[in-house]
């Protein structure tokens, strides 16, 4: 998982795409600073989220920086949303600009936010291999994350005590040793934060074995390639 960051040293785009972690984390980095978040976290506050094969580099301008891609999966997208045909990141690292060194990558999972229509991200941003989810969260981004997105779910970052008791609306997020840096554990990898009978958010194991979704095909009217920027 990544475009993150080890001990609080900033790895290089080009590692980030091969390496088996988040592309996009943590990790300050200059004016940029970035956070993990729990995979339903990145669906629940994105505005689109896809999964595509990065084609090669489109044209950039002064402050954006641009790829061209072929969208495989649109796993969320506003209704009345314009066909999309770019997406877009800033071109300055310090503006957590994101670069692709290589000339292709393939099934991508990339969350984004809608700026006058067009599809932008960061490194905050959620760049990863979709390959490298878990069955679980690939149903999660597919069907069921978007049912838990009016829980909150915060991570427990007080170690050396207990974690704090969650209200009704959230959900505690713990990994060993209140380590942030990569997902890892059942509530990171096979889990997700939802409403119960009660209406108390709690966490709750994905069952991929009793449920098929059905993955939304790219509108006829959204053209082959998308543009990232």
């Known amino acids: 998982m990544t475009l993150e960051v080890k001990g609080g040293t900033t ?19 200059d004016a940029c600073e970035c956070k993990i978040q729990h995979p339903q976290t990145f669906y629940c506050i994105s505005d689109v989220v896809i999964v595509g094969n990065i084609l090669e580099r489109g044209n950039d301008t002064a402050l954006k920086r641009s790829y061209r891609i072929n969208v495989t999966q649109i796993l969320k997208f506003p209704k009345k949303t314009p066909p999309i045909t770019s997406i877009y990141t800033p071109k300055d690292w310090d503006r957590c600009g994101y670069e692709v060194r290589t000339s292709q990558q393939s099934q991508l999972l990339i ?31 597919q069907a069921l994350y978007k ?29 060993k040793g209140c380590d942030y840096k990569i997902w890892e554990g059942d509530q990171s990898l096979y889990s997700m934060c939802a409403p119960r009978h009660d209406g108390h958010c709690g966490w709750t194991r ?16 959204t053209p082959e390639m998308i543009h990232i920027i």
Request: proline share 11%.
């Open 206 to 221: 994905i069952d991929t074995v009793n449920y098929h979704p059905e993955t939304t095909p790219p509108p006829e009217t």
């Open 111 to 141: 969350a984004g936010y809608l700026r006058k229509g067009a599809l932008y991200f960061t490194r905050c941003h959620l760049v990863y291999f979709w390959y490298r989810l878990t069955n679980e969260q690939r149903l999660g981004f």
């Open 11 to 29: 790895m290089g785009p080009a590692f980030l795409l091969v390496f088996p972690l988040l592309l996009v984390l943590s990790t300050p980095c």
């Open 147 to 175: 049912r838990g997105c009016r829980c909150q779910i915060q991570p427990c970052l007080l170690c050396w005590r207990h974690c704090p008791q969650p209200d009704n609306q959230q959900c505690v997020w713990e990994q």
